[in-house]
């Protein structure tokens, strides 16, 4: 409510007294060293404070790597800007701060820098020949091999084996990145728009080297993430250049800025391999890749990751590489891997399907698993099969007709696609809450978590309410502080049940300390907290509903003014017995133009299957946030990158294609509904699935209307005539 009223305050925003304005240069080349770098003329300009260049900038040991390191929020572990090598073109080269943001900006235009270049790697392709796997995947073997797939395909009597590729992509959230930084004494207080405060916290106080407890970081509102707003070189050099001045600096990427310093989704080249008997039993699945990486990041894609648990291939290879290039390092962005993978999986998937005559939706009800493929684990949940038949009875699948180019309306050609949504089920162990509950009935529930515009306040607030049984108007959860109980991240979609399970570990422990202060004189005189549930502003027995006190009378009773908790929730280890995914078909349908090429999806239905649903209102806005994206995915978004000077040339939001409303038709969606057994709550996340299957969706979609397999994203219309 805030945001649509226009009262949330950014990043970008907040008031500081004294503020000075900081703007980057960003360097020309992809791969060498400054040879000179000349700021005389910059630091003459009007209102110029301050230009930091790696000759005058502290020295700061390069910032912990997220995935790697514990403590770590960056994307990247390049040391910044501490020496004349550049890395990346776009790299910064120099921070000019000054009195106002246009006096900054137009002194960054006076650093003259000159570069000794290098030979750079920047295309995939010629350097395809030094791909190598990386060490891990998210922790994991980056290659799975299960009985024997290359021969399992070559006596398959259907087959299919082709390659997709997918394009660079950038987050293009709506809110740049900013940061307000500003220091008291040796402490440093960071206005961020982060999806991770405490990592942040971590990291800065590393690169800094101070304690953790020195370093305070607010993030209360993120306009749009989609997994980059983490750590980057602007938080590092703002205030860096921030001590150097003692001044509080904001740093306010540029739109382009945005696409220089902080990386996207890699492309990938992903071969996929399917052999199945007259039957439809899968004989074997391939899915075999590249991705583009850099060698100081750490997202290689996990595009192999939806087939280890999806179909039941007895005979598996996945597989995959790395090609290093010199470029930002690429991040994780909405479902990655499980996007991208999904692309070429489904879209093969597909391909066999026609190959053997056979409706899609039942090749995949063979398919369909009893155990996990390749770790041999149970599933904790999994409806995808009863997802897929309540999808298809809503959208009409029977209608289809399997026939390419059979359908028409006026110049239009009309198709339906279908393809799976997967993404895992991820919960960071070890977020802790705190409640405290006030005389007069209100909770303040906090956690240093994130609400990117999902729905957490809300959702988390109803929780609680539900939990301490409270009206939902009397529960304020507060978050983005790192000062407030260790939280998670928002990432993976994690958040919502991790911070149920600290959420529900501390609402316990309050019970408790309520039931204690309630003591001998209160009808629950001696029960437990399993005993007991919230209602009604109090507590009542479960078994003997009218031994009920109201929270009010026991604080009043014991003379309390409040009761206040904090607690960590349990590790989840019994959930790694599981194989724990969510899951979810995706119905398209696209009218593809016979006279231009143009695709027009006209139609969607999601129908998931994803635990608990908390919230049908942010769940629906979820899944149908993901699916949009996915619809950029499948047919527009697209960063090109110039391999001669390693240069991003769509350079801004301004230059690359999102969906707009007129891109967008009604989107449907459903949910099974059916509650986890092995979750808290039942519930599983739901911020990245939705994207998941689009692009197959619609790539299957436009071939059932022209009879075109397009294997190469977007499907622009060039590729249709
Ligand atoms: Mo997500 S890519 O984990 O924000």
Redesign the pocket.
Known sequence: MLKVRGRARFAAEVPLHDLSYAAFVHGTIARGRIDTIDTAQAEAAPGVLLVMTYKNAPRMPAPPMMMEDAKGASASKLPVMQDATIRWNGEPVAVVVAQTQEEADAAAGLVHVTYLQEPAATSLDLQRQKAHPPKTILGESPRIEIGRAERALARAVHAVDETYRTPRHNHAAIELHAATVSWQDDTLTVHDAT?MVNLTRSSLAAVFRIPEAKVHVLSPFVGG?????GLWSHQILAAAASRMLGRPVRIVLSREGVFRITGGRTLTEQRVALGATEDGTLEGLIHTGIAGMTTHNNCPEQFTFPARHLYAAKNLLLAQEVVDLDMVAN??????GESVGTFALESAVDELAVAMNLDPVELRRRFEPRKDPTSGRAFSSRNLVEAYRRGAERFGWGRRNPVPRSQHQGEWLVGYGVATATYPYYRVPGGAASIRLTQDGRAIVRMASHEMGMGTATVQSQHAAERLGLPVEAVTFEYGDSDFPSGT??????QTVSIIAAVTAAAEMLTGELLKLAGNDSPLAGLKPAEVEGWNQGIRQRDKPENFESHGSILRRAQREDGSVEAAAPMPLKAQKYSMHSYGAQFCEAWVSKQTGEVRVKRWLGSFDTGRIINPRTAASQFRGGIIMGLGLALMEETLFDERTGRIMSRSLADYHVPVHLDVPEIDVLWTDVPDPHSPMGVHGI??IGITGVGAAVANAVYNATGKRIRDLPITLDKLL
């Open positions: 999806q993430g989609f997994g980059n707003k991040t994780f962005m909405r479902a990655p991240l928002a990432g993976g979609s994690s911020g990245e």
